[in-house]
């Protein structure tokens, strides 16, 4: 199995940590979206990572269906986004909010990284920055300070998931620390565990 993409990219990260906590060994290709544009596009024809390719060359895109398959072929009772009821629809409101959170701290990296200075649009960044920091507080009201995660008492992919959209507000320059304390501490906690340490970004 071969992960194409960087762990700085969130959605990649998501991959790769799932990948780690299901215990499925892979190789990463380290593609980036923007600076591998004709590598990445060669297995993704919309140029995005994460890709997933699987043993018999089958290849997969989009980080929320690379996961739906891989908690369908390795999750079994323990999958990271439980199969149905009530427990599937509160992990996947966390993790709809929490790559809302991601997609909208990037739209903002984006306006500010790929346009002229001139053209840079602050009033769109702002909202988007608001956007995330919001979705980031309604997570924050969730987390108990004196449980380990989020929800069901293990891991799931909305402490995944609030992982990387934390960690991706903390690099847009949201100090977390002061805004989401729960969440940040949240965080801290799963940076000591194999699968967030072993899918560490490369400086
Ligand atoms: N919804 C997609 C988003 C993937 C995505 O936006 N990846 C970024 C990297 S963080 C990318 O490849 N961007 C390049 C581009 O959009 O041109 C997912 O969950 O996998």
Not at 19 to 27: I, K, M, W
Not at 120 to 131: L, S, Y
Request: glycine share 6%.
């Amino acid at each position: 199995m071969l992960l194409i993409g960087v762990n700085r990219s969130p959605y990649t990260r998501r991959v790769a940590i799932t990948l780690q906590a299901y215990g499925v060994p892979y190789e990463q290709q380290a593609l980036s979206g923007f600076g591998n544009r004709a590598e990445v596009r060669a297995q993704n024809p919309l140029g995005r990572i994460p890709a997933l390719v699987l043993d018999d060359g089958e290849v997969l895109l989009d980080s929320g269906a690379i996961i739906d398959h891989l908690d369908e072929a390795y999750g079994r009772d323990r999958a990271l986004t439980p199969a149905a009821g009530a427990d599937r629809r509160a992990v996947l409101k966390v993790a709809a909010l929490m790559m809302g959170a991601c997609d909208k701290g990037l739209h903002a990296a984006y306006e500010r990284n790929h346009h002229p200075p001139e053209k840079v649009h602050q009033p769109w960044i702002d909202d988007c920055m608001v956007q995330m920091t919001t979705a980031l507080a309604a997570v924050e009201a969730m987390a108990d300070p004196a449980r380990p995660y989020l929800l069901l008492g293990r891991l799931t992919q909305a402490d995944v998931t609030a992982f990387i959209a934390e960690r991706l507000a903390r690099g847009l320059g949201v100090d977390t620390e002061t805004r989401m304390p729960r969440l940040r501490a949240l965080a801290k906690k799963r940076a000591e565990e194999p699968a967030f340490r072993l899918t560490e970004p490369t400086p």
